[in-house]
């Protein structure tokens, strides 16, 4: 990658959508701004940590915060071969999550929309599966249904984990079909996952779209 | 020995120049039309760079419709929680829920509002100073040639220039009011302490290059009311004084700033706190009421943000300028970014390379807007009414509000605001029989 300050990758300005090492077809403008994002929050260091998503005071209404920043340093979501949490995320590993969230272009065919959905997808999956077993079980559902509903002192325990069993049966019942009484169901594995979503268009939902930017606005 | 003759004739001519073109027409209140000229040359210069720079672009790129950066750069979606929620798979407690979520908290990273607002406003269009170009594209000659003769003018005309005006309207405005001062308390005094305010305001816009356009004038600020503005920078005040006499409200400081207090709290009755003081609410509320009842002092002038705002939108007002009763007078301030960038980040630099910088901008444009005056109603709190003044101040000025603390700048978000949020998360649920 060559660089000129921080590892961004040196493009041509205001070129044709860039589709650098990270397949991410994204132009240099908007990773600009977000390379101007990511100093803001690295206050002007190399990495980012989790104590730096402090700074964002939107976030913090948000309930499943905890997961969304464990999301950034989750190493299966940097493509990286091994397992567990990075302490630490360059620029290249920012975008790299950043790219889950990108919106459908135009010219997409069948299997790149596939591929697209199956990578949105499995990020959400990896959301669930905090033990990173490959399944989603329902203690770890129940997890995130607590978090969602962190902040209403006025629910229980046992709201939480009714809803929590209540969205298993029905998750089983999709993926497994009628189980048997003895039938155990173990988890949510990523392909019931993925058939669980199926008829659901994800992609429109799940993205951040950035707006056009004239080019001539290269100012401060 | 000839030498310093020399230069004593530079001096004495320089000097009289500026007092002749500038300080005397200052006190008399009129203007000799140089910085008319200024600005329009200034105007069609930038203007010419601009088609240059869109030239220049057009080689690469089809063009764009250009979109206002002031309000972020990603697309948001505005529909409630609870509408999108209930698109997104009905209303049930499902794996859906946590998108919404995920999404917000993506957008959040990407571009936050709050933290926006305490960074420099995007422009649209390079306007020839290198600052605010951060990528320095080469993109013809012409337009160096023009950038290089701009940085000349700038440094080696201009600073010195509004230097020696900034060290006039200083110093009058301290040896004026020290002088009125001496005088027993009269109407004379008064008059004289309103001429001595002005004029050593207009030198200070002088000094500044500033082009202020005011509107509504008759919706100005009466004695015994309350002004209200939109914070920007420090030199709002000098703004808003350049048209009228106000009692300043403020924390006593060292230095200069606290000579200058001193002098001007002699000839007219400014509210200057001492840093203990402050902190007792009740103590300032108790004060400034005071000064309100009496109809024959100048109105207050009060910026209720608290701190520097960047302009593009208005933050929360505090509540305590609007205990105090009596009228409010709302006005609206913007800032024209394109000739000189008038925000004070204060986290970035301090009181001195902000002045600098703005010494060496091409000029201060700004619009001033008197709005109506405007009472607490009898059954609003003061949160309320200071959320209905905010509101006439945005929709004027074409500022975004945003229900945010202007003292998150430096602080994090109250636990309180958290609570809101996922409270009303909680609500719809429950609402829509997901649970019990």
């Known amino acids: 990658v060559g660089t000129a300050q921080m590892g961004v990758p040196r493009v041509p300005r205001g070129s044709a959508p860039v589709t650098s090492l990270l397949s991410l077809a994204v132009t240099s403008e908007q990773i600009e701004h977000l390379h101007r994002r990511f100093k803001q929050l690295s206050q002007d260091q190399l990495t980012i940590r989790k104590e730096n998503f402090d700074s964002i005071p939107d976030l913090e209404f948000n309930p499943i915060r905890g997961k969304i920043v464990h999301a950034f340093f989750d190493k299966r979501n940097l493509r990286q071969e091994s397992d567990g949490l990075a302490d630490e995320i360059n620029f290249e590993d920012f975008l790299t999550i950043m790219s889950y969230f990108r919106p459908i272009e135009m010219n997409m065919d069948e299997e790149q929309l596939d591929r697209f959905r199956k990578e949105k997808l499995k990020f959400l999956f990896h959301m669930y599966d905090s033990d990173h077993d490959g399944k989603i079980t329902l203690q770890e559902y129940r997890n995130v249904v607590e978090e969602l509903l962190s902040g209403n002192p006025h629910l229980e325990k046992e709201s939480a984990r009714s809803i929590a069993d209540g969205a298993m049966m029905e998750a089983a019942s999709i993926c497994v079909g009628q189980m048997g009484p003895d039938q155990v169901y173990e988890g949510i594995t990523f392909e019931d996952f993925l058939k669980m979503w199926q008829g659901i268009d994800i992609e429109t939902k799940m993205h951040v779209r950035f707006l056009n930017v004239d080019t001539i606005a290269h100012c401060y | ?436």
């Open chain 2, 1 to 436: 020995m000839e030498v310093v003759w020399a230069v004593g004739q530079v001096g004495a001519v320089w000097v009289a120049m500026v007092l002749g073109l500038i300080v005397v027409p200052s006190a008399l209140g009129i203007s000799l039309g140089i910085s008319e000229a200024y600005m329009w040359v200034l105007v069609k210069t930038l203007e010419w760079a601009t088609i240059r720079l869109q030239k220049g672009a057009k080689k690469q790129q089809p063009q764009m419709p250009p979109t206002p950066t002031a309000n972020g750069i990603i697309e948001r979606d505005e529909t409630p929680m609870e509408k999108e929620i209930a698109l997104l798979h009905g209303a049930d407690f499902e794996f859906s829920h946590i998108f919404y979520f995920c999404r917000k908290g993506f957008e959040a990273i990407v571009e936050d509002e709050v933290t926006q607002r305490f960074s420099s406003e995007e422009l649209l269009s390079w306007n020839l100073l290198t600052r605010t170009n951060v990528n320095f594209h080469y993109i013809s000659l012409r337009l160096t040639v023009v950038w290089v003769i701009g940085v000349i003018v700038r440094y080696c005309f201009l600073l010195p220039l509004r230097f020696t005006l900034a060290a006039i309207g200083i110093t009058s405005m301290i040896v004026g009011t020290t002088v009125v001062g001496q005088l027993p308390n009269s109407s004379v005094k008064n008059y004289l302490s309103e001429v001595v305010h002005l004029t050593c305001s207009r030198i200070l816009v002088r000094a500044l290059s500033g082009t202020i356009h005011y509107h509504n004038k008759e919706n100005r600020p009466k004695k015994g009311g309350i002004c209200v503005a939109n914070h920007t920078s420090p030199i709002d005040a000098i703004i808003l004084t350049n048209d009228g006499c106000y009692a300043m409200v403020g924390q006593v400081h060292g230095g200069l700033m606290g000579i200058i207090q001193r002098a001007t709290v002699k000839a007219c009755p400014h509210v200057w706190f001492e840093r203990s003081e402050i902190k007792d609410r009740h103590l300032v509320t108790k004060r400034l009421r005071e000064h309100v009842a009496d109809k024959s002092k100048l109105p207050i002038l009060i910026f209720p943000e608290g701190t520097c705002i960047n302009n593009t939108s208005v933050m929360m007002f505090k509540k305590g300028s609007f205990e105090i009763g009596g009228t409010i007078y709302p006005v609206a301030i913007k800032y024209d970014p394109q000739f000189g960038d008038a925000f004070w980040n204060s986290s970035k630099y301090n009181i001195v390379s902000y002045l600098l910088r703005i010494m060496t901008s091409w000029a201060i444009v700004c619009n001033v807007w008197y709005l109506p005056p405007m009472v607490r109603k009898e059954d609003e709190d003061a949160v309320q009414f200071a959320n209905r003044v905010r509101s006439a101040i945005a929709r004027q000025g074409g500022l975004t509000e945003l229900p945010w603390d202007g003292g998150l700048k430096r602080a994090k978000v109250k636990d309180t605001f958290k609570e809101e949020q996922q409270k009303n998360y909680s609500k719809m649920l429950v609402r829509n029989g997901s649970i019990g």
